[in-house]
Structure formats: structure tokens, C-alpha cells
């Protein structure tokens, strides 16, 4: 069992430019859950996907966007990139079965300069 | 803002001393979950306790949850120096898909 795997691991870009972050779950595990953690502090979610549809969502602009396949993976899609989004990018995946552990992955560091 | 504060924000300790963190949130919940975090890495999960649970233990882990007082504590027994890592308390409310973290506790167990 590969547990949640997440990539790139590191990646730079420019600001203004756009990035895609991919996240497979774990095996058996059918919902995503994205979180954006800054230097120092505690995760903050962005937004759920279960069957291939977003079905919560944080306080985050539009420019944050993503996706879930029919395998369950997906992808986080950040637009026109600010300083600000430099941070660490937690996938989460989890059983929609309900009241259930989440399983994170280990991380995407992005940082925009 | 942060459902989950935990307190104390920073802890030092000496090998094979035991470490408590506590957690406080603001509203009522389906379960609590603690995590372990190494140097900006992912999240290791460690226990889930539901609200209907007063006390779980998981290997040296000891986690109690008081829903009365809104708070839960994690107890990690004859800490070790690889326990050394921020940990973090995470709340899934009813009607809600995410989970709401404070800003974790770094803990430092010194050798």
C-alpha cells in the first residue's frame, strides 16, 4: 500500500505563472481533500473532491481550481500565482464511507518568487 | 479563523519524560484527530477519537477528549528523541467535509 503520494515534491515558479500539483490516494480511499499549509502554521483547507466533483470549499479565490479523475487522483490548479501562495500543498485522502481517518500525503513545496 | 488551538505553542522535554499537548475548539464536533508533523513534511496520522469517546491509547499515546469543555489532550508517554516533531489537533464538524486545524504544538525531546 503506496499510501497517498503527492507531486512534485519541490517546485519553483515565477509569479504570475501557472502550476498543477497531482495527488494519487490511498488505496480504498475514494475522497481528496487539498490543504495549504504557510510557514508556522496549521493546514487550511481548500476544497474536497468526491466523484469527480468539488464538494466543499475553503476561503480560497478562483485562481485555486482542481480535479478528480475516475481513478480517484487528483489535481490542484493554482492560476495566475501570487507570493503569497508559496507554501507547503497537503493532499488528504479519505473514505466517504464517513467518520473516518484522513490520510495525508507528504507534501508540495511551492515556492513563488 | 482556526477551529482547533493547541496550547502550548512550544515544549521541551528530556528523553523519557512524558509530553501532554492539549487541544481547545469552538464547536461541536463528529471526532478529533491528532497528527505529527517532521520539518515541514506530510502529516502522520496518530488517533482519531470520536465524540462519543472519553479516552483512546494507541501504543505510548494516551488521547482524552471532554466535549463539555470543548478540549482534548494528547499524552505521549517516555518520549523519545524522534518524537521530536509539531503536532497538530484537527476537528470534523457535523455537516462539514473538512477538517480544522489550530497551529500545533513543536515539541523538542532532548537527548
Known amino acids: 500500500d503506496a499510501g497517498v503520494t503527492q507531486s512534485p515534491t519541490h517546485l519553483i515558479k515565477t509569479r ?7 495527488c494519487s490516494p490511498k488505496s480504498g480511499h475514494d475522497t481528496v481533500s487539498w490543504y495549504q499549509q504557510a510557514l508556522g502554521q496549521g493546514p487550511q483547507f481548500i476544497f474536497q473532491y468526491y466523484e ?14 482542481g480535479h478528480q479523475f ?44 | ?25 469552538k464547536t461541536s464536533i463528529n471526532n478529533l484527530q491528532w497528527y505529527r508533523q517532521n520539518s515541514g513534511r506530510g502529516l502522520v496520522h496518530l488517533i482519531l ?7 483512546k491509547h494507541s501504543g505510548r499515546l494516551r488521547v482524552t477528549l471532554d466535549t463539555s469543555k470543548k478540549s482534548s489532550s494528547l499524552l505521549i508517554t517516555a518520549s523519545r528523541a524522534a518524537d521530536t516533531a509539531s503536532y ?12 480544522v486545524f489550530g497551529k500545533g504544538t513543536k515539541l523538542t525531546v532532548n537527548p
Not at chain 1, 504570475?16 to 497531482?22: A, D, E, P, S
Not at chain 1, 490548479?77 to 467518520?99: E, I
Not at chain 2, 497538530?88 to 477538517?99: H, P, Q, Y
Request: hydrophobic share 25%.
Open chain 1, 16 to 22: 504570475g505563472q501557472q502550476v498543477t500539483l497531482r
Open chain 1, 52 to 65: 469527480e466533483e468539488e464538494r466543499q470549499r475553503g476561503n480560497f479565490p478562483d485562481r485555486f481550481s
Open chain 1, 70 to 113: 475516475p481513478n480517484y487522483s487528483s489535481e490542484l490548479n493554482v492560476n495566475a500565482l501570487l507570493l503569497g501562495d508559496s507554501a507547503l500543498y497537503l493532499c488528504a485522502s479519505s473514505s466517504n464511507r464517513g467518520d473516518t481517518e484522513a490520510f495525508f500525503g507528504q507534501g508540495t513545496r511551492l515556492t513563488v518568487v
Open chain 2, 1 to 25: 479563523s482556526q477551529q482547533g488551538e493547541e496550547d502550548p505553542q512550544a515544549l521541551s522535554i528530556q528523553e523519557g519524560e512524558n509530553a501532554t499537548m492539549n487541544c481547545s475548539y
Open chain 2, 49 to 55: 477519537i470520536r465524540s462519543n469517546e472519553r479516552e
Open chain 2, 88 to 99: 497538530f489537533c484537527a476537528t470534523d464538524r457535523s455537516g462539514s467535509e473538512k477538517l
